[in-house]
């Protein structure tokens, strides 16, 4: 089996290197042996399975021009840590991606912290990697349900109803369960 | 290029811009509303996460350096969106200092002074007293969990017909069953029945001077892509309404400075975010039977994070005017959706590199139903600053919706910071005795503090060195422009502040019709409330 088709214009470097990254924020099991760019640091689809990379590249997000500049940054923070700590990175592959899970993890803590000069690009990144999973906002709610979402399931987010729109018939105790404030108005407020 | 004439423009259509909008259209005067988002109403409020759809739609997250805001654009702004709790503000608050060392609000204005507009509001959205028959399965665990370590706990006054609410937790992306007791179904369909227009998708720029009044210009952005300006145009008035937004109304002014002459110094400085702050607990469900004998029809004790309708009850104890100022807080079980509601979540305990993203949060993330959000409420310093103006609207906007960047700094101060942390204790206290839960608050490292109730940056007072307008909502040496919306409320309440922000403006409004009189516009003060509509359908921008 080969690498899904994923979208966006991306270079196959820089779709490695941000499935990388995305798989890093929320972890998920490998789609192919010697998948490389999800390292299977989990249990069940991650952020990358859940669409992470249709979600950054598409048009209402904003950051689809910035993502070949955002990979290159993620491979040059990679080999400046594989320098600085003398880790072999394995030819083939995009530094960040040769990174191992633990080594990738530090790295996109350390980027970011707001003592990072460049925290502003990396979180928007981030953001947008853990939406794809526990939201999946690349596609319709109702169709990810549908289909399966790993992140929207392992969530037990609840189905809605067949007409598509949720409600809860059942959602109180119906007990009184503590004793108001003795200074509650007659309204209910605080005095 | 639109140029029109109308005698009173209001800028916004959210809680400070809707009610005057109504009052003056029904007592006579001409009334232009614009609103920069879209015209949306029940039909539209699809429950969908997807991009473009009505959760980024309706939105505006504005990120800031310290201090990032999450609020409402569309007609009937925060209305739409928010989670219509509705409480009224504790007395004490009206007597806060802050750090000034001088009462924050006007001498004219307190709890009891307050309560006549109060009422109007409640009767005019309408408020309902909540009772624990809706009470959520999470707001009755979190009042549990409050009783047994030794606190009251009340179900929250909010503006939700009860009958018509289906607790599917939605209401973030606006109410599709009509339930939320939003701005649509009051005061701006009653606003329009009076004559009113609303122009929706119109982003104000700037205020400049005429002679017989102001011109306010705008821009028209797409209906898709918000970055995408559209048009231009001007609409000259008597008068100005300024209800753009805690974090839009003082950026419009700074704007119009070159025009208008210096402004108040208070103008984008003094911001407070309510004191906001969150935490996350993960629930054992186990303890929840044990504990408190709770169970579900389907034999479950909880998992019932998603179901509800946002915060029904809270804690008031520490609503108390005996406390020293920095030590007061509320503390409301709280629903937050997926995304915003759960990426700053910290796990507890954690040994990977992060608390907020890797292994351990997936696994944190798999127990989602088992979560219960606190809200903090507490009293912070006015420590926002707004920076000079962007080119357009408030914001750089980085998405097509939703995502913006503006100007706003702040770094809270040891007061702010020493209050958080009290309140964080306390929300340990509650949730974590006897096993509970395990609660932590939401990182601070990732984009700084956020708040969903801006407040104060342009704000009302009897100091002119420390206040934007004068005790009757008019902007300091700039007559015949007000401001009603969140901006005016001079610090934190220590409660959700929309029926404090409604009341304000409530208020507000016998001193703008006598301007406007003054300014030889024909209108009376109206003090019958909105006709109410049961439907949003058919309150639609004429084509």
Redesign the interface.
């Known amino acids: 089996m080969s690498a899904p088709e994923l979208p966006g214009g991306l270079d196959e470097d820089e779709r490695l290197t941000l499935e990388a990254f995305a798989d890093t924020i929320i972890p998920g099991e490998c789609r192919y042996p010697g998948d490389r760019a999800i390292a299977g640091a989990a249990a069940g689809g991650g952020a990358v399975a859940s669409g992470a990379l249709d979600l950054l590249t598409s048009e209402e997000g904003g950051i689809a021009g910035v993502l070949p500049t955002l990979a290159a940054g993620l491979n040059d923070h990679a080999r400046n840590l594989a320098d600085k700590e003398g880790l072999v990175l394995e030819d083939g592959v995009p530094p960040f991606v040769a990174l191992s899970f633990g080594d990738r993890s530090r790295l996109a803590a350390e980027l970011t912290v707001p003592e990072h000069p460049e925290q502003e690009l990396w979180v928007p990144l981030a953001m947008f990697s853990f939406m794809a999973w526990d939201t999946g906002a690349a596609t319709h709610t109702i169709e990810a349900l549908a289909a399966g979402h790993p992140g929207l399931t392992g969530m037990g987010f609840a189905p809605p109803g067949p007409d598509g729109l949720w409600r809860f018939p059942d959602f109180s105790y119906g007990r009184e369960l503590a004793t108001i404030h003795p200074h509650t108005t007659e309204y209910g407020d605080p005095a | 290029m639109s140029m029109d004439s109308t005698d009173v423009v209001v800028i916004g259509s959210g809680f400070g811009g809707a009610i005057p909008a109504y009052r003056l259209a029904a007592g006579g005067a001409r009334v232009t509303v614009l609103e920069r988002g879209p015209w949306l109403t029940a039909a539209d409020f699809?429950?969908?996460?997807?991009?473009?759809?009505p959760a980024?739609r309706a939105f505006e997250f504005t990120l800031g350096e310290g201090m990032n805001v999450l609020g409402g654009n569309c007609v009937g702004g925060g209305s739409v969106v928010y989670f219509a709790a509705t409480?009224?503000?504790?007395?004490y608050t009206f007597e806060r200092q802050g750090s000034l060392g001088r009462r924050m609000w006007p001498r004219a204005i307190d709890r009891t002074a307050l309560d006549p507009y109060y009422d109007m509001v409640?009767e005019s959205l309408p408020?309902t007293?909540?009772d624990?028959?809706?009470?959520?399965?999470a707001g009755?665990?979190f009042?549990?969990a409050?009783?047994h370590a030794g606190?009251?706990?009340?179900?929250?006054?909010a503006a939700i017909d009860r009958d018509l609410c289906?607790?599917?937790?939605?209401m973030m992306s606006g109410c599709?069953f009509d339930a939320k007791r939003s701005l649509l179904l009051n005061y701006l369909p009653a606003a329009v029945d009076h004559g009113a227009t609303i122009r929706a998708l119109h982003e104000v720029q700037r205020i400049t001077r005429t002679e017989g009044g102001y011109r306010v210009h705008y821009n028209t952005v797409d209906e898709v892509d918000y970055?995408v300006v559209t048009g231009s145009g001007t609409i000259d008035c008597r008068l100005v309404v300024v209800a753009a937004g805690t974090v839009a109304t003082p950026v419009i002014l700074q704007r119009s400075e070159e025009d208008l002459g210096e402004m108040p110094y208070a103008v984008g400085r003094y911001f407070s975010g309510n004191g906001e702050r969150l935490n996350t607990a993960v629930v054992d469900e186990g303890k929840v039977r044990e504990l408190?004998g709770?169970s579900?029809?389907?034999g479950r004790a909880y998992?019932?994070y998603?179901?509800?309708k946002g915060p029904v009850?809270a804690?008031?104890?520490k609503?108390d005017g005996s406390l020293p100022e920095f030590s007061r807080h509320?503390l409301e079980q709280l629903y937050f959706?997926?995304?915003f509601g759960?990426?700053l979540a910290q796990v507890a305990g954690t040994d990977?590199?992060?608390s907020w993203?890797?292994?351990d949060?997936?696994?944190m993330?798999?127990r989602?139903?088992s979560w219960m959000t606190v809200f903090i409420m507490s009293e912070d310093d006015n420590e926002g600053v707004f920076g000079p103006p962007p080119e357009t609207g408030n914001a750089d906007?980085?998405?097509?919706?939703m995502?913006s960047r503006g100007t706003l700094s702040y770094r809270p101060t040891a007061n702010t910071r020493a209050g958080w942390a009290r309140a964080d204790a306390d929300v340990r206290d509650i949730l974590e005795r006897d096993g509970l839960a395990t609660v932590m608050p939401w990182s601070d490292?990732?984009?700084?503090a956020y708040t969903v109730h801006p407040l104060a940056s342009c704000r009302i007072g009897d100091d002119p060195g420390t206040s934007a307008l004068d005790d009757r909502n008019e902007l300091r040496g700039h007559p015949g422009i007000f401001v009603t919306d969140g901006s005016a409320v001079p610090g934190a309440l220590t409660?959700n502040p929309a029926l404090t922000i409604s009341a304000l403006a409530e208020r507000a409004v016998p001193g703008i019709v006598e301007a406007a009189r003054a300014r030889g516009v024909p209108v009376r003060y109206v003090t019958e409330p909105p006709a109410r509509r049961r439907s949003t359908s058919g309150f639609r921008e004429p084509v």
């Open positions: 699809d429950h969908d996460f997807k991009f473009g759809g980024t409480p009224r503000a504790p007395g409640c408020v007293r909540q624990w028959n809706d009470v959520t399965y009755g665990l009042a549990a409050c009783d606190r009251t706990a009340n179900p929250v006054p289906t607790n599917c937790n939605w599709r970055r408190f709770l579900r029809p389907d998992e019932a998603q179901i509800g009850t804690t008031w104890d609503l509320s959706p997926p995304g759960t990426i990977g590199p992060s993203f890797g292994v949060k997936k696994e993330l798999r989602w139903q906007r980085v998405s097509q919706q995502l490292d990732v984009i700084g409660v």
